[in-house]
T-cell receptor, first 112, second 112 residues
Framework: IAGITQAPTSQILAAGRRMTLRCTQD?????MYWYRQDLGLGLRLIHY???????GKGEVPDGYSVSRANTDDFPLTLASAVPSQTSVYFC???????????FGQGTRLTVV | QKEVEQNSGPLSVPEGAIASLNCTYS??????FFWYRQYSGKSPELIMFIYSNGDKEDGRFTAQLNKASQYVSLLIRDSQPSDSATYLCAGYSGGGADGLTFGKGTHLIIQP
């Protein structure tokens, strides 16, 4: 089934640990995004990539890094997790010729 | 700073009535607008998009855009309990650099 797949679906992580959230899409979309969603704050953009080989910072990039080695994959890395990074993380993609975004199922991350 | 504002609700509507959800935006350069529905614990799913001033209808849903007033709305006719969800308004300014700017969402409750 075509779409966006995120892994893991949920994770409890000790503070200070490194963690990579995975995102893979098979729709050949050029643009990909990472959002975090927190109660009362809505969806906030962390990082984006307009095409393979390029990345950019969104609204809340601190503590996160991304890479885009190919069209399909857009991993998000937390170098040293902190409790404030407890959130639900959504990966999304967008075709180059259209501006609607498609979302993965989300990763619920708890940093303790 | 691009902003999309929504009343967080909850908005309570009797079954069978019309639910009216509203959204305002600050960026006059915004080209297109999207309404996403998000059930609790799930990812956002696109239900409507609109690019031009006026109304756009799709089944029980009507999106309305007034660029002069920087106002977007979503009407849901013949509301059903299954319409109970959080509705996210999002704006897109083009260029792809910033993805979509989301409002914080309106929680809609359809009362049987």
């Amino acid at each position: 089934i075509a779409g966006i797949t995120q892994a893991p679906t949920s994770q409890i992580l000790a503070a200070g640990r490194r963690m990579t959230l995975r995102c893979t899409q098979d729709m050949r979309h050029n643009a990909m995004y990472w959002y975090r969603q927190d109660l009362g704050l809505g969806l906030r953009l962390i990082h984006y990539s307009n095409t393979a080989g390029t990345t950019g910072k969104g609204e809340v990039p601190d503590g996160y890094s991304v890479s885009r080695a190919n069209t399909d994959d857009f991993p998000l890395t937390l170098a040293s997790a902190v409790p404030s990074q407890t959130s639900v993380y959504f990966c999304a993609s967008r075709p180059g010729t259209s501006s609607q975004a498609f979302f993965g199922q989300g990763t619920r991350l708890t940093v303790v | 700073q691009k902003e999309v504002e929504q009343n967080s609700g909850p908005l309570s509507v009797p079954e069978g009535a019309i639910a009216s959800l509203n959204c305002t935006y600050s960026d006059r350069g915004s080209q297109s607008f999207f309404w996403y529905r998000q059930y609790s614990g799930k990812s956002p799913e696109l239900i409507m998009f609109i690019y031009s001033n006026g109304d756009k209808e799709d089944g029980r849903f009507t999106a309305q855009l007034n660029k002069a007033s920087q106002y977007v709305s979503l009407l849901i006719r013949d509301s059903q309990p299954s319409d109970s969800a959080t509705y996210l308004c999002a704006g897109y300014s083009g260029g792809g650099a910033d993805g979509l700017t989301f409002g914080k969402g309106t929680h809609l409750i359809i009362q049987p």
